[in-house]
């Protein structure tokens, strides 16, 4: 599989597990972490949580200036591990729950969330700069897109179990305390201490507490009390997972530095030969280019990423937690984005080099094209499923403490299927489109502008909350659909172009 690779790729690979181990970690437990610890609405934790992947992006732009500026990206590598490290570390600290001075701890919160995103933004884009710069021999250039999707494959193995870990770690918390899980009772806790709930979210509270507690409560406040702060503790343990696998990429990282190429000597002895064979207005038209790509992709993230936060509460609140019998959590479907994207990558790659035998491979451009065509039929099915079921409002469910209809899991599991072959077509074919379209002395900052590119889709994000809280759940679907398509129609417009500047 990695014959006709560079060495350096398995090793790149292996570094960036910690990250994704840590995003996906973010990804399933902290919108729901940011409910149950601060009462926060949907829309309030969607705000903070679209703010949060926002930074983590655009952040990434700042650590490209810092890597082009100084052509050391291995230890600006290095000092994004560290801080991300460090933010985990502060979020994995056990603070009283409910929460006496919101503000303060709200603001350590954002803080932590902020160092994380701050040393992801170092981290993220100059490791895929370092991957690309692997492609520029031309022994290996024919080989780049295959290599960025075994490069995005490699990294999501640390991602698949990320969700189980985080869930493992609080609902083991829960039990040395006593308690049972459930996914509706944080709110229903914070509801009842507040004073809030309407009679048939009491009387469901009421109900709950018994189960999760083995018998009837007396003490409902009591119960409120200490089922919140087991509950939020066992999240804050979960993060301190995050810490273990931050350190193994620093190591992985540290050991195998001297197999990743070195801009800076690059940069050197390529000086005179770049400004013979890239004139300036080739250089306007690449640029051109990649930020027209930019453009249309801000459309599929702000799609796309509702995994971590509208599809979030949807498995939460509409769907049935139990899968042929066996219970499961809401935050147990975000392992199902990282498995696809490992076991259907070869899959992908072979549908590939069987078009490329035949003469009839797919530019990349058209490839993302493709994706987005794909991603809007996995919110299609969304859209459906959720009509045909007659979901009731957001509010219908507020008022009575739980949904009355519960949807199959297997809805969400087709929509993450449908989802990730999309992703599999847009996202390591873009980073590989970045890599071979960028100026040699723009590599860094590029491939921050594609993240910069995610970063504004996801800071949209929390229109997708206030769209799920406000209107009909099959109608939130459908505005993907119509993002999604608006991307794919977008990108086949200027297919001539882009393929021509690509070439």
């Given at each position: 599989?990695?014959?006709k690779h560079?060495?350096g790729?398995?090793?790149?690979?292996?570094?960036n597990l910690?990250?994704?181990?840590g995003?996906?970690?973010?990804m399933a437990?902290?919108?729901?972490?940011?409910?149950?610890?601060?009462a926060?609405?949907g829309?309030?934790?969607?705000?903070?949580?679209?703010?949060f992947?926002?930074s983590i992006y655009?952040l990434a732009?700042?650590?490209?200036?810092?890597?082009?500026?100084?052509?050391n990206?291995?230890?600006?590598?290095?000092?994004?591990?560290?801080?991300?490290?460090?933010?985990?570390?502060?979020?994995?600290?056990?603070?009283?729950?409910p929460v006496?001075?919101?503000t303060l701890?709200l603001?350590i919160?954002?803080?932590?969330?902020?160092?994380?995103?701050?040393?992801?933004?170092?981290?993220?884009?100059?490791l895929?700069?370092l991957?690309?710069?692997?492609?520029?021999?031309?022994?290996?250039?024919?080989?780049?897109?295959?290599?960025?999707?075994l490069f995005?494959m490699?990294?999501?193995i640390?991602?698949?179990?990320?969700?189980?870990?985080?869930?493992?770690v609080?609902?083991?918390?829960?039990?040395h305390?006593g308690f049972?899980?459930n996914a509706?009772?944080?709110?229903?806790?914070h509801?009842h201490?507040?004073g809030t709930?309407?009679?048939?979210?009491a009387?469901?509270?009421?109900t709950?507490?018994a189960?999760v507690?083995g018998?009837?409560?007396?003490?409902?406040?009591?119960?409120?009390?200490?089922y919140?702060?087991?509950?939020?503790?066992?999240?804050h343990?979960?993060f301190?997972?995050?810490?273990?696998?931050?350190?193994?990429s620093?190591?992985?990282?540290?050991?195998n530095?001297?197999?990743f190429p070195?801009p800076?000597?690059?940069?050197a002895?390529?000086?005179?030969?770049q400004?013979?064979e890239?004139?300036?207005?080739?250089?306007?038209q690449?640029?051109?280019?990649?930020f027209a790509v930019f453009?249309?992709?801000?459309?599929?993230?702000f799609?796309?990423?509702?995994?971590?936060l509208?599809?979030?509460f949807?498995?939460?609140?509409?769907?049935?937690?139990?899968?042929?019998?066996?219970p499961?959590?809401?935050?147990?479907?975000?392992?199902?984005?990282?498995?696809?994207v490992?076991?259907l990558?070869?899959?992908v790659?072979?549908?590939?080099?069987r078009?490329?035998?035949?003469?009839?491979e797919?530019?990349?451009p058209?490839?993302i094209a493709i994706?987005?065509?794909?991603a809007?039929?996995?919110?299609?099915?969304?859209?459906?499923?959720?009509?045909?079921s007659?979901l009731?409002?957001?509010?219908?469910?507020?008022?009575a403490?739980?949904?009355?209809?519960?949807v199959?899991p297997?809805?969400?599991m087709?929509?993450?299927?449908?989802?990730?072959?999309?992703?599999?077509?847009?996202?390591?074919?873009?980073?590989s489109?970045?890599?071979?379209?960028?100026?040699?002395?723009?590599?860094?900052i590029m491939?921050?502008?594609?993240?910069?590119?995610?970063?504004?889709?996801?800071?949209?994000?929390?229109?997708?909350a206030v769209?799920?809280?406000?209107?009909?759940?099959?109608?939130?679907?459908?505005?993907?659909v119509?993002?999604?398509?608006?991307?794919m129609?977008?990108?086949?417009?200027?297919?001539?172009w882009l393929e021509?500047?690509?070439?």
């Amino acid at each position: 599989m990695f014959n006709k690779h560079p060495k350096g790729l398995v090793a790149a690979s292996l570094a960036n597990l910690g990250e994704r181990f840590g995003f996906y970690t973010m990804m399933a437990i902290l919108v729901l972490f940011l409910q149950a610890k601060f009462a926060l609405s949907g829309k309030e934790a969607g705000w903070i949580y679209s703010t949060f992947y926002f930074s983590i992006y655009i952040l990434a732009l700042v650590g490209g200036i810092i890597a082009d500026k100084t052509r050391n990206f291995k230890g600006t590598i290095l000092a994004g591990i560290s801080l991300m490290a460090l933010g985990y570390v502060l979020l994995s600290i056990p603070s009283e729950t409910p929460v006496s001075n919101m503000t303060l701890m709200l603001g350590i919160t954002c803080l932590a969330l902020f160092i994380i995103a701050f040393g992801n933004g170092l981290f993220k884009g100059n490791l895929q700069a370092l991957v690309g710069q692997m492609y520029d021999d031309p022994k290996y250039a024919s080989m780049r897109d295959s290599g960025f999707s075994l490069f995005y494959m490699f990294i999501n193995i640390g991602a698949i179990f990320a969700p189980p870990a985080a869930v493992g770690v609080r609902n083991w918390w829960l039990s040395h305390n006593g308690f049972a899980y459930n996914a509706d009772l944080p709110a229903l806790c914070h509801g009842h201490l507040a004073g809030t709930l309407q009679p048939q979210a009491a009387e469901t509270f009421s109900t709950l507490a018994a189960e999760v507690s083995g018998a009837p409560v007396a003490d409902l406040t009591e119960f409120a009390n200490a089922y919140l702060n087991v509950f939020s503790t066992g999240f804050h343990y979960a993060f301190a997972v995050a810490i273990v696998a931050m350190l193994i990429s620093l190591v992985i990282f540290v050991v195998n530095k001297a197999k990743f190429p070195d801009p800076s000597k690059k940069a050197a002895a390529a000086k005179s030969a770049q400004v013979v064979e890239m004139s300036a207005q080739e250089v306007k038209q690449r640029m051109m280019a990649l930020f027209a790509v930019f453009g249309v992709v801000i459309f599929f993230w702000f799609s796309f990423h509702q995994n971590g936060l509208t599809l979030t509460f949807f498995a939460k609140e509409y769907t049935d937690l139990n899968l042929f019998g066996m219970p499961i959590t809401a935050e147990l479907f975000q392992s199902l984005n990282p498995f696809f994207v490992v076991f259907l990558t070869p899959v992908v790659m072979a549908v590939f080099a069987r078009q490329r035998a035949k003469g009839c491979e797919p530019s990349t451009p058209k490839k993302i094209a493709i994706g987005m065509g794909i991603a809007a039929t996995g919110f299609v099915i969304m859209a459906i499923g959720s009509f045909v079921s007659n979901l009731p409002l957001h509010e219908e469910v507020l008022a009575a403490g739980t949904s009355s209809v519960k949807v199959t899991p297997l809805l969400l599991m087709g929509t993450y299927l449908v989802l990730t072959i999309a992703e599999l077509y847009i996202s390591p074919l873009g980073i590989s489109f970045v890599s071979k379209v960028a100026p040699p002395k723009y590599q860094g900052i590029m491939q921050g502008g594609w993240l910069g590119a995610t970063a504004i889709g996801n800071q949209l994000l929390f229109i997708g909350a206030v769209l799920y809280e406000s209107i009909p759940i099959w109608m939130t679907w459908t505005v993907f659909v119509v993002a999604c398509c608006i991307s794919m129609f977008t990108m086949l417009f200027m297919l001539k172009w882009l393929e021509k500047v690509a070439k």
